[in-house]
């Protein structure tokens, strides 16, 4: 079981207490600039763009407070047929393997005057319908989860992938295409004796060819392992993984 993470200590130092006391003194200031008694009506309008400043920075705060509170609410199961996903855009979902045809996985590392401080992972499953499930970052462990579900779905695609490749046809894998020629993206297209390398790099499929480089974020590209392995197979290693 995969469940959502509480707010923690660092949260309240880093974004609860500011995002709750700059648009609270924000408001306050502008309310008492409003209160006027040499004014007409007692009131004056100085203390509007106080108020409006105030307003604006509470309605992000708001929202992102909102999702934080969610993710605790969110769980995440196992199961040997499949997932059941509680919580994920408010409803009780049963996935099975099979319907599960693509997974996007974007790892990001979070830095601090150029030394990492945390990895954050973002995980979204596509169904053979079309229908997407974004998993939330607050969901504890999600890199392991991640991975569990990668394994499991790579395993059973991977056999009608090499058998469409071994019948001279082209694998898409979102806006890369393989084929037993080469590879394309776009109006980009390369043989394999064009390619150098292919490898994941800093949340992005790195393709690199007569000391060029295209970068195409992997968030864009579902089931990014198996990629890398057709590419292994025809000369292209996979470099850092």
Same mark, same amino acid.
């Given at each position: 079981?995969?469940?959502?993470?509480?707010? +923690?200590?660092?949260?309240?130092?880093?974004?609860?207490?500011? *995002?709750?006391?700059?648009?609270?003194?924000?408001? /306050?200031?502008? /309310? +008492?600039?409003?209160?006027?008694?040499? =004014?007409?009506?007692?009131?004056?309008? =100085?203390?509007?763009?106080?108020?409006?400043?105030?307003?604006?920075? /509470?309605?992000?705060?708001?929202?992102?407070a909102y999702?934080?509170?969610?993710?605790?609410?969110?769980?995440?199961?196992?199961?040997?047929?499949?997932?059941?996903?509680? *919580?994920?855009?408010?409803?009780?979902?049963?996935?099975?393997?099979?319907?599960?045809? =693509?997974?996007?996985?974007?790892?990001?590392?979070?830095?601090?005057?150029?030394?990492?401080?945390?990895?954050?992972?973002?995980?979204?499953?596509?169904?053979?319908?079309?229908?997407?499930?974004?998993?939330?970052?607050?969901?504890?462990?999600?890199?392991?989860?991640?991975?569990?579900?990668?394994?499991?779905?790579?395993?059973?695609?991977?056999? *009608?992938?090499?058998?469409?490749?071994?019948?001279?046809?082209?694998?898409?894998?979102?806006?890369?295409?393989?084929?037993?020629?080469? /590879?394309?993206?776009?109006?980009?297209n390369w043989?394999?004796?064009?390619?150098?390398?292919?490898?994941?790099?800093?949340?992005?499929?790195?393709?690199? +060819?007569?000391? +060029?480089?295209?970068?195409?974020?992997?968030?864009?590209?579902?089931?990014?392992?198996?990629?890398?392995?057709?590419?292994?197979?025809?000369?292209? *290693?996979?470099?850092?993984?």
């Amino acid at each position: 079981m995969y469940q959502g993470r509480g707010v +923690s200590g660092a949260d309240f130092c880093l974004w609860v207490i500011p *995002g709750l006391l700059i648009p609270a003194g924000l408001i /306050l200031a502008g /309310l +008492s600039l409003t209160v006027d008694g040499s =004014a007409p009506n007692g009131l004056s309008t =100085a203390g509007r763009p106080w108020l409006c400043t105030g307003l604006v920075l /509470l309605i992000p705060f708001a929202v992102i407070a909102y999702r934080r509170f969610q993710a605790i609410h969110t769980e995440i199961a196992v199961h040997q047929n499949g997932l059941h996903l509680v *919580g994920i855009a408010g409803k009780s979902i049963r996935l099975g393997w099979d319907e599960i045809e =693509a997974v996007y996985i974007r790892g990001t590392r979070r830095q601090f005057f150029g030394r990492p401080i945390s990895d954050r992972y973002a995980l979204t499953l596509v169904t053979g319908e079309g229908r997407s499930f974004h998993i939330p970052d607050r969901i504890a462990d999600l890199d392991k989860l991640a991975e569990t579900i990668r394994l499991r779905i790579e395993a059973r695609l991977r056999s *009608g992938i090499m058998a469409k490749i071994d019948r001279g046809e082209a694998v898409d894998f979102g806006p890369v295409a393989i084929t037993t020629a080469g /590879l394309r993206t776009g109006r980009r297209n390369w043989t394999w004796d064009d390619v150098d390398a292919i490898r994941i790099a800093n949340g992005s499929l790195m393709i690199e +060819s007569g000391g +060029s480089r295209v970068a195409i974020p992997a968030s864009e590209i579902p089931n990014t392992t198996l990629l890398l392995d057709l590419a292994a197979r025809f000369g292209s *290693g996979p470099g850092n993984l």
